[in-house]
């Protein structure tokens, strides 16, 4: 979107801005839902938690039997599987499509060429 196209936006109020002297300042979230852009989450700290690695991703499946669910997510395009107990699902009110973090704790990480 070109800029002449955002400022006809903001005068005809369809894009809330303020003017200040030239310049038109914009709500960031607003114009990333115009343009389609998913906005950014803010960083998650998850305190007392000593693994470093967390991926931000969407659930694209989750699939429950018996006393473990094997929940698949989308991370950037790539599948993340992750097996977690029922009782984590149920606490943590898991559904497709929710976004969630995948924290990575691990004592060895393969690297292959």
């Known amino acids: 979107m070109n800029p002449k196209r955002v400022r006809a936006l903001a005068r005809a109020g369809k894009l809330p801005a303020v003017r200040v002297g030239r310049r038109w300042l914009f709500a960031r979230e607003r114009l990333e839902g115009l343009l389609g852009v998913e906005p950014k989450a803010p960083p998650l700290t ?6 470093r690695n967390h991926l931000r991703g969407r659930i694209r499946s989750l699939q429950v039997e018996g006393l473990m669910a094997e929940v698949t997510l989308d991370v950037g395009g ?14 943590l009110g898991l559904a497709v499509g929710d976004q969630v973090q995948a924290v990575i704790k691990s004592t060895e990480v393969m690297v292959a060429k």
Do not use: D, K
């Open 78 to 91: 790539q599948a993340l599987v992750a097996i977690i107990t029922r009782a984590s699902v149920e606490r």
């Open 46 to 51: 998850i305190a007392g938690l000593s693994a």
